[in-house]
């Protein structure tokens, strides 16, 4: 119920802020040299990828690192919509008796769709919030005892967090960090974990 309620409050205040926006019928203005001038217009496509570390708080093996790729569709110049992939691996080794001790492997494939909102942006700066919801798919396996043990788990999960991305040039720009609360749900439980992301961001297509 937790999770469900953080991402309720989320989405609501995202609607919120883009129903302002909206109303408002004031474009966003940045102070250049002294001078009022329109915020730049965007590109309609947004390419990431990325490098990722994921603290898994309830996983055998508790550090997790992958990679994410995302497209995002630039709407506006604050508000995009696209899906993004998370791929992570971890492992680590547990004792489970006094002379026996065995290699835990883990991974995890979140795949999410959502908004994501441009809080704030200039011609070369940009932070931003999301709130994605979708799925995901966990596996684990150990060699225990000579027999090679596994399972595996589907379930929804969510990605609800925000980053900054510094554009510097008219097609690329570096995400210089991004933070991610991601609640899974398997097998009956919560899971919650977190994840730390830097990556690098391609932009193409049309101006509006």
Same mark, same amino acid.
């Given at each position: 119920?937790?999770? /469900?309620?953080?991402?309720?409050?989320? =989405?609501?205040?995202?609607?919120?802020?883009?129903?302002?926006?909206?109303?408002?019928?004031?474009?966003?203005?940045?102070?250049?040299?002294?001078? @009022?001038?329109?915020?730049?217009?965007?590109?309609?496509? #947004?390419?990431?990828?990325?490098?990722?570390?994921?603290?898994?708080?309830?996983?055998?093996?508790?550090? #997790?690192?992958?990679?994410?790729?995302?497209?995002?569709?630039?709407?506006?110049? !604050?508000?995009?919509?696209?899906?993004?992939?998370?791929?992570?691996?971890?492992?680590?080794? *547990?004792?489970?008796?006094? @002379?026996?001790?065995?290699?835990?492997?883990?991974?995890?494939?979140?795949?999410?769709?959502?908004? /994501?909102? @441009?809080? !704030?942006?200039?011609?070369?700066?940009?932070?931003?919030?999301?709130?994605?919801?979708?799925?995901? *798919?966990? /596996?684990?396996?150990?060699?225990?005892?000579?027999?090679?043990?596994?399972?595996?788990?589907?379930?929804?999960?969510?990605? =609800?967090?925000?980053?900054?991305?510094?554009?510097?040039?008219?097609?690329?720009?570096?995400?210089?960090?991004?933070?991610?609360?991601?609640?899974?749900?398997? @097998?009956?439980? !919560?899971? *919650?974990?977190?994840?730390?992301?830097?990556?690098?961001?391609?932009?193409?297509?049309?101006?509006?």
């Amino acid at each position: 119920m937790f999770p /469900r309620f953080i991402l309720t409050l989320v =989405i609501i205040s995202c609607f919120g802020f883009a129903q302002a926006q909206a109303q408002s019928g004031q474009p966003q203005k940045y102070d250049k040299a002294g001078l @009022n001038v329109p915020p730049p217009e965007p590109d309609i496509f #947004e390419a990431s990828l990325g490098f990722d570390f994921l603290r898994c708080t309830s996983a055998l093996a508790k550090n #997790e690192y992958g990679g994410d790729a995302s497209l995002f569709a630039n709407l506006s110049s !604050w508000l995009a919509v696209g899906a993004e992939f998370i791929g992570t691996y971890g492992s680590e080794t *547990h004792q489970f008796s006094f @002379n026996h001790s065995t290699r835990i492997d883990e991974s995890r494939l979140v795949y999410v769709a959502g908004p /994501r909102i @441009n809080v !704030w942006q200039t011609d070369k700066w940009k932070v931003f919030v999301e709130a994605l919801g979708g799925g995901a *798919h966990g /596996r684990v396996s150990a060699l225990i005892f000579g027999v090679d043990r596994s399972a595996s788990a589907d379930g929804f999960a969510a990605v =609800i967090g925000a980053g900054a991305e510094w554009k510097f040039s008219r097609r690329i720009a570096w995400r210089v960090f991004e933070t991610d609360y991601i609640p899974a749900h398997f @097998n009956g439980q !919560w899971e *919650h974990d977190w994840r730390i992301s830097t990556g690098v961001s391609f932009y193409f297509g049309s101006g509006w």
